[in-house]
Protein backbone atom coordinates (compact mmCIF):
# COMPACT_ATOMS: atom_id res chain seq x y z
CA UNK A 1 0.00 0.00 0.00
CA UNK A 2 1.34 3.65 -0.91
CA UNK A 3 2.25 6.19 1.58
CA UNK A 4 -0.93 8.08 0.35
CA UNK A 5 -3.11 5.00 0.61
CA UNK A 6 -1.38 4.31 4.38
CA UNK A 7 -2.22 7.89 5.51
CA UNK A 8 -6.34 7.20 4.63
CA UNK A 9 -6.56 4.17 6.22
CA UNK A 10 -5.10 6.03 9.18
CA UNK A 11 -7.40 8.45 8.98
CA UNK A 12 -10.35 6.24 8.42
CA UNK A 13 -9.51 4.31 11.73
CA UNK A 14 -9.64 7.35 13.90
CA UNK A 15 -12.49 8.44 11.89
CA UNK A 16 -15.06 6.10 11.11
CA UNK A 17 -15.12 4.48 15.10
CA UNK A 18 -14.96 1.02 13.33
CA UNK A 19 -16.45 1.55 10.29
CA UNK A 20 -15.93 2.90 6.70
CA UNK A 21 -17.31 4.91 4.30
CA UNK A 22 -18.61 4.35 0.70
CA UNK A 23 -15.53 4.71 -1.52
CA UNK A 24 -16.93 7.74 -3.80
CA UNK A 25 -17.10 9.45 -0.38
CA UNK A 26 -13.79 7.85 0.66
CA UNK A 27 -12.22 9.16 -2.18
CA UNK A 28 -13.06 13.29 -1.23
CA UNK A 29 -11.35 12.14 2.28
CA UNK A 30 -8.15 10.83 0.60
CA UNK A 31 -7.82 13.68 -2.37
CA UNK A 32 -6.63 15.66 1.26
CA UNK A 33 -3.83 13.03 0.69
CA UNK A 34 -3.48 13.81 -3.09
CA UNK A 35 -4.86 10.45 -3.75
CA UNK A 36 -6.67 9.19 -6.69
CA UNK A 37 -9.95 7.44 -6.59
CA UNK A 38 -8.79 4.23 -7.15
CA UNK A 39 -6.42 4.87 -4.39
CA UNK A 40 -9.70 5.25 -2.21
CA UNK A 41 -10.84 2.24 -3.73
CA UNK A 42 -7.10 0.55 -3.19
CA UNK A 43 -7.60 1.91 0.61
CA UNK A 44 -11.05 0.53 1.27
CA UNK A 45 -10.86 -2.74 0.36
CA UNK A 46 -8.02 -2.73 2.88
CA UNK A 47 -10.32 -1.55 5.40
CA UNK A 48 -13.04 -4.35 4.29
CA UNK A 49 -10.98 -7.09 4.93
CA UNK A 50 -9.41 -5.66 8.09
CA UNK A 51 -12.30 -6.52 10.49
CA UNK A 52 -14.37 -3.30 9.95
CA UNK A 53 -17.81 -4.17 10.42
CA UNK A 54 -18.58 -3.97 6.52
CA UNK A 55 -20.03 -6.08 4.22
CA UNK A 56 -20.67 -5.29 0.69
CA UNK A 57 -21.82 -7.92 -2.28
CA UNK A 58 -22.62 -7.78 -5.85
CA UNK A 59 -26.38 -6.40 -4.43
CA UNK A 60 -25.13 -2.92 -2.42
CA UNK A 61 -22.03 -2.21 -3.98
CA UNK A 62 -21.69 1.39 -4.13
CA UNK A 63 -21.32 4.02 -7.14
CA UNK A 64 -17.98 4.65 -8.21
CA UNK A 65 -15.88 7.47 -9.92
CA UNK A 66 -13.50 6.49 -12.30
CA UNK A 67 -11.98 9.86 -13.64
CA UNK A 68 -15.00 12.12 -13.97
CA UNK A 69 -17.45 9.72 -15.14
CA UNK A 70 -19.96 8.14 -12.01
CA UNK A 71 -20.05 4.56 -12.76
CA UNK A 72 -22.67 2.43 -11.53
CA UNK A 73 -21.86 -0.98 -10.57
CA UNK A 74 -24.21 -2.66 -13.32
CA UNK A 75 -21.36 -1.96 -15.59
CA UNK A 76 -19.05 -4.19 -13.64
CA UNK A 77 -21.44 -7.15 -12.22
CA UNK A 78 -24.05 -7.48 -15.52
CA UNK A 79 -22.61 -10.05 -18.40
CA UNK A 80 -23.85 -8.70 -21.70
CA UNK A 81 -23.38 -9.71 -25.46
CA UNK A 82 -25.18 -8.41 -28.39
CA UNK A 83 -27.17 -11.43 -30.44
CA UNK A 84 -27.94 -9.67 -33.40
CA UNK A 85 -29.19 -13.39 -34.67
CA UNK A 86 -31.85 -13.60 -32.12
CA UNK A 87 -33.18 -9.87 -31.34
CA UNK A 88 -32.65 -8.94 -35.28
CA UNK A 89 -31.90 -5.28 -34.14
CA UNK A 90 -35.03 -4.65 -31.72
CA UNK A 91 -33.44 -1.95 -30.15
CA UNK A 92 -33.24 0.28 -33.42
CA UNK A 93 -36.78 0.15 -34.23
CA UNK A 94 -38.78 -0.21 -30.87
CA UNK A 95 -38.94 2.48 -28.30
CA UNK A 96 -40.60 6.52 -28.28
CA UNK A 97 -38.31 8.30 -29.47
CA UNK A 98 -34.70 8.67 -31.42
CA UNK A 99 -31.29 7.56 -29.99
CA UNK A 100 -29.54 10.84 -28.28
CA UNK A 101 -27.20 12.80 -30.42
CA UNK A 102 -24.66 15.97 -30.15
CA UNK A 103 -24.77 18.75 -32.39
CA UNK A 104 -21.48 17.67 -33.49
CA UNK A 105 -22.91 14.40 -34.17
CA UNK A 106 -25.56 15.79 -36.68
CA UNK A 107 -23.33 17.50 -38.29
CA UNK A 108 -21.25 13.85 -39.05
CA UNK A 109 -24.59 12.69 -40.21
CA UNK A 110 -25.51 15.32 -42.51
CA UNK A 111 -22.54 15.11 -44.08
CA UNK A 112 -22.42 11.28 -44.74
CA UNK A 113 -26.62 11.74 -45.52
CA UNK A 114 -25.91 11.70 -49.50
CA UNK A 115 -23.87 7.98 -49.29
CA UNK A 116 -26.33 6.81 -47.00
CA UNK A 117 -29.80 7.97 -48.20
CA UNK A 118 -29.99 5.02 -50.67
CA UNK A 119 -30.25 2.62 -48.14
CA UNK A 120 -33.28 4.37 -46.07
CA UNK A 121 -37.04 3.97 -46.64
CA UNK A 122 -38.90 5.96 -48.59
CA UNK A 123 -40.94 6.75 -45.49
CA UNK A 124 -37.51 7.66 -43.49
CA UNK A 125 -36.78 9.90 -46.61
CA UNK A 126 -39.72 11.69 -46.20
CA UNK A 127 -38.93 12.53 -42.26
CA UNK A 128 -35.56 13.45 -43.08
CA UNK A 129 -37.17 16.26 -45.73
CA UNK A 130 -39.56 16.92 -43.95
CA UNK A 131 -37.57 17.73 -40.16
CA UNK A 132 -34.37 16.83 -40.88
CA UNK A 133 -32.04 14.06 -39.30
CA UNK A 134 -32.78 15.02 -35.61
CA UNK A 135 -35.20 16.55 -33.51
CA UNK A 136 -35.66 18.03 -29.89
CA UNK A 137 -37.81 15.00 -27.64
CA UNK A 138 -40.21 15.31 -24.86
CA UNK A 139 -37.64 15.50 -22.49
CA UNK A 140 -35.52 17.91 -24.52
CA UNK A 141 -33.14 16.26 -25.63
CA UNK A 142 -31.53 15.48 -29.42
CA UNK A 143 -32.43 12.49 -30.87
CA UNK A 144 -32.52 11.13 -34.49
CA UNK A 145 -35.85 11.22 -36.50
CA UNK A 146 -37.85 8.47 -36.14
CA UNK A 147 -40.48 7.11 -38.39
CA UNK A 148 -44.03 6.11 -37.30
CA UNK A 149 -43.27 6.90 -33.94
CA UNK A 150 -40.82 3.76 -33.81
CA UNK A 151 -37.98 3.35 -36.38
CA UNK A 152 -34.83 5.45 -36.29
CA UNK A 153 -34.15 6.92 -39.57
CA UNK A 154 -31.57 5.40 -40.49
CA UNK A 155 -32.68 1.45 -40.54
CA UNK A 156 -32.43 -0.42 -43.00
CA UNK A 157 -33.05 -4.24 -43.53
CA UNK A 158 -30.79 -7.42 -44.57
CA UNK A 159 -32.66 -10.76 -44.39
CA UNK A 160 -34.72 -9.70 -41.89
CA UNK A 161 -32.07 -7.96 -39.41
CA UNK A 162 -32.51 -4.39 -38.73
CA UNK A 163 -28.86 -2.55 -39.61
CA UNK A 164 -27.63 1.16 -38.96
CA UNK A 165 -27.31 2.51 -42.43
CA UNK A 166 -24.63 4.80 -40.59
CA UNK A 167 -22.77 2.17 -39.68
CA UNK A 168 -23.34 -0.38 -42.97
CA UNK A 169 -21.59 3.15 -44.93
CA UNK A 170 -18.84 3.18 -42.65
CA UNK A 171 -17.48 -0.47 -42.24
CA UNK A 172 -18.08 -0.58 -46.14
CA UNK A 173 -15.32 2.35 -46.34
CA UNK A 174 -17.45 4.07 -47.75
CA UNK A 175 -18.33 6.97 -44.98
CA UNK A 176 -15.92 7.82 -41.83
CA UNK A 177 -18.81 8.32 -39.66
CA UNK A 178 -20.19 5.16 -37.87
CA UNK A 179 -22.97 6.23 -35.63
CA UNK A 180 -23.69 8.55 -32.74
CA UNK A 181 -22.08 7.20 -29.60
CA UNK A 182 -25.48 6.28 -27.65
CA UNK A 183 -26.30 3.66 -29.65
CA UNK A 184 -22.38 2.52 -30.13
CA UNK A 185 -22.79 2.76 -26.11
CA UNK A 186 -26.09 0.66 -25.55
CA UNK A 187 -27.62 -0.76 -23.47
CA UNK A 188 -25.11 1.52 -21.10
CA UNK A 189 -26.29 5.14 -20.75
CA UNK A 190 -25.11 8.04 -20.21
CA UNK A 191 -26.47 11.37 -18.23
CA UNK A 192 -24.74 15.11 -18.00
CA UNK A 193 -23.97 16.71 -14.42
CA UNK A 194 -22.99 19.87 -13.42
CA UNK A 195 -19.48 20.76 -14.74
CA UNK A 196 -17.51 17.94 -16.85
CA UNK A 197 -19.02 15.52 -14.54
CA UNK A 198 -21.24 12.74 -16.69
CA UNK A 199 -22.30 9.35 -15.45
CA UNK A 200 -23.10 6.26 -16.96
CA UNK A 201 -25.52 3.06 -16.07
CA UNK A 202 -26.92 0.04 -17.46
CA UNK A 203 -30.42 0.36 -19.06
CA UNK A 204 -32.52 -2.80 -18.92
CA UNK A 205 -34.76 -3.75 -21.79
CA UNK A 206 -37.01 -6.94 -22.08
CA UNK A 207 -35.50 -6.74 -25.93
CA UNK A 208 -32.03 -8.10 -24.47
CA UNK A 209 -32.65 -10.74 -22.63
CA UNK A 210 -30.98 -12.77 -25.11
CA UNK A 211 -27.63 -10.56 -25.02
CA UNK A 212 -28.00 -10.81 -21.29
CA UNK A 213 -28.43 -14.89 -21.50
CA UNK A 214 -25.18 -14.81 -23.89
CA UNK A 215 -23.18 -12.71 -21.79
CA UNK A 216 -23.71 -14.91 -19.02
CA UNK A 217 -22.60 -17.70 -21.30
CA UNK A 218 -19.39 -16.02 -22.55
CA UNK A 219 -18.86 -15.02 -19.10
CA UNK A 220 -18.72 -11.06 -20.93
CA UNK A 221 -18.83 -8.04 -18.23
CA UNK A 222 -20.56 -5.26 -19.77
CA UNK A 223 -17.62 -3.11 -19.62
CA UNK A 224 -15.67 -5.80 -21.45
CA UNK A 225 -18.25 -6.30 -24.22
CA UNK A 226 -18.38 -2.16 -24.78
CA UNK A 227 -14.57 -1.75 -24.60
CA UNK A 228 -14.57 -0.31 -27.85
CA UNK A 229 -17.29 2.61 -27.75
CA UNK A 230 -15.84 3.34 -23.89
CA UNK A 231 -12.75 3.95 -25.26
CA UNK A 232 -14.22 5.69 -28.18
CA UNK A 233 -16.10 7.95 -25.43
CA UNK A 234 -13.61 8.36 -22.59
CA UNK A 235 -10.45 7.33 -23.82
CA UNK A 236 -8.04 4.47 -23.51
CA UNK A 237 -6.35 6.03 -20.64
CA UNK A 238 -9.88 5.91 -18.72
CA UNK A 239 -11.30 2.59 -20.11
CA UNK A 240 -7.88 1.02 -18.33
CA UNK A 241 -8.18 2.74 -15.34
CA UNK A 242 -11.75 1.49 -15.26
CA UNK A 243 -10.20 -2.11 -15.98
CA UNK A 244 -7.72 -1.32 -12.72
CA UNK A 245 -10.91 -0.68 -10.82
CA UNK A 246 -12.72 -3.49 -11.86
CA UNK A 247 -9.21 -6.04 -10.76
CA UNK A 248 -9.53 -4.28 -7.08
CA UNK A 249 -12.66 -5.25 -6.92
CA UNK A 250 -12.45 -8.81 -7.86
CA UNK A 251 -9.99 -8.88 -5.37
CA UNK A 252 -12.01 -8.15 -2.44
CA UNK A 253 -14.38 -10.34 -3.91
CA UNK A 254 -16.89 -8.00 -4.12
CA UNK A 255 -17.41 -9.01 -8.26
CA UNK A 256 -16.82 -12.02 -9.48
Same mark, same amino acid.
Given at each position: ????????? /??????????????????????????????? &??????????? &??????????????????? $????????????????????????????????????????????? $??????????????????????????????????????????????????????? =????????????????????????????????? =????????? =???????????????????? =???? /???????? $???? &????????
Amino acid at each position: MCDKCRKFV /EHSFDTFEGGVKAPERQGVVLRKYGGSFLCA &LKAFLYLCTHN &LQLRMSKMNLHILQVGNVL $VSPDIFTEKFCCDLDICKGACCVEGDAGAPVSLDEIGQIEASLDT $VWPDLSASAQAVIDKQGVAYTDAEGELVTSIVNGKDCVFTCYDKGTCLCALEKAC =RAGRSRFMKPISCALYPVREKRFDGDLVGINYH =RWAICSCAV =RKGEQLDLPLYRFLEGPLVR =RFGR /EWYNELCA $VAEE &LKKGGFIE
